[in-house]
Structure formats: structure tokens, C-alpha cells
């Protein structure tokens, strides 16, 4: 009977070190899966923050150089015209281009969601084995 109660409690220590094992397995690989969309995550905000310094100095010096050479062209005939036309447009697209960054910001994809889904997914197998 000895036999038994030792064997029974041998195989639930190898259970339970099974178990451990598993859980142990599932959170290194959800922690992984989080690094890397932390990495990701920087990756493309450092790209975009670089892309988008890049282009606005780009288009700040186009600009300025183009208002200046629209207005000496016209600067005997309508030079204060063309640079109220030009203010304005450079206000519109200035807001505008606010109003789409406002928009991107407010829809940005959720953080994390592959992680998020595959811990639901862990859930959700969990919940159907008890």
C-alpha cells in the first residue's frame, strides 16, 4: 500500500513540474512576443519621427524659397496678392495636415494586440480544458 501512495504522489509531483514547466514555457513566449512589439513599436515611431523631421524641413525650405520667388516675380504688379494667396495656403495645409495627424493619432492601431490575442487565445483553450 506504500507502494501505491508514493507512486499516486510521484505522479502528481510529475504533474504538477509538468505543469510548472508549461506555465513557465507560455509566459517566456507571451514575454518574447512582447519584447518584440516593443521593438517594433520603436522601430516604426523612430522612423516616422525621423521621416516626418526630414519632410517638414524639406517642405519649410521649399516653401519659403518658393514665396519668395513668387514674390519677386510679382513684385511690380501684385505682390501683396501673392503673399496673402500663399499665407493662406500654407494656413490650409498646416491645418490640414493637423486635423490628419489628429486623425492618425485617434485610430492608431491598439498596442500589443498580437500579444493580447495570442493570450486570449491561451484563455480561451484554458477555459475549454476546466
Not at 501505491?4 to 509566459?27: E, F, H, P, Q
Not at 500663399?86 to 491645418?95: E, K
Not at 493619432?105 to 493570450?119: C, G, H, N, V, W
Amino acid at each position: 500500500m506504500t507502494e501505491k501512495t508514493s507512486g499516486g504522489n510521484r505522479g502528481l509531483l510529475d504533474s504538477l513540474t509538468v505543469l510548472a514547466a508549461t506555465l513557465v514555457a507560455i509566459a517566456h513566449t507571451r514575454l518574447a512576443l512582447l519584447s518584440s512589439d516593443l521593438e517594433e513599436d520603436r522601430e516604426r515611431l523612430l522612423s516616422l519621427l525621423v521621416l516626418t523631421l526630414v519632410g517638414l524641413f524639406c517642405l519649410g525650405v521649399g516653401a519659403v524659397l518658393g514665396t519668395i520667388l513668387l514674390v519677386i516675380l510679382f513684385w511690380d504688379t501684385q505682390r501683396i496678392l501673392v503673399l496673402g494667396v500663399l499665407a493662406g495656403a500654407f494656413l490650409a495645409v498646416g491645418v490640414s495636415v493637423w486635423l490628419l495627424a489628429m486623425h492618425k493619432i485617434r485610430t492608431k492601431p491598439r498596442m500589443f494586440s498580437a500579444s493580447l490575442s495570442e493570450l486570449s487565445k491561451d484563455r480561451q483553450s484554458l477555459d475549454s480544458r476546466i
